[in-house]
């Protein structure tokens, strides 16, 4: 009677390591795909570091215009935007950390000079450039961005991440282009 318990012990004994070892071999293949996986390619990391700069720029804008302006929808329209594209940005941060992309530090030289630009002009003439520039053009740019991501990215998260941001952006820029002139 203990003869086939022993056996049977170490048939048991003999698959649970072979099993444990096929496992084993087969986890560098998973991580590696995993690691695939994650990365992004040339293109989507252009079109992830554009979106970055662009929110970066709208909350350097944002912030210029709280110290710029005097009217209370221009105000109301910056805090929104520092709020909604500051979350944004940390949203992309961390798709960019999960997808291995280093994101700038600052918006990019477009972005930079055009601010140093607004800086320049009065408050009056600052208020209908920000609500114009940064309110509906720079949200148009940003909504067709988002619409390219969807449609030509092959991540799944960026696209998700891009479908997620959409109704924020298409909202900034209704608000934009209601605003009083």
Known sequence: MMRPAIMAMMVFGALSTTYAYADQLAQPQHAEMAQQN???SADE???LIKLAQGNMAEV???ELAQ???AKPEVLTFAKKMIDDHSKA???IQQLADDKKVELPKAA???HADALKKMNALSPAEFDRQYMSKAGVEDHKE???LLKDIQSKAKDADFKALAKKMEPTVKGHLEMAQNAPK
């Open 89 to 91: 940005l940390k949203d």
């Open 60 to 62: 350097a804008t944002a």
């Open 67 to 69: 110290t710029k302006s």
């Open 38 to 40: 994650s990365r992004l």
């Open 45 to 47: 990391q252009k079109m």
């Open 142 to 144: 940003t909504l067709k």
């Open 108 to 110: 990019d030289a477009k």
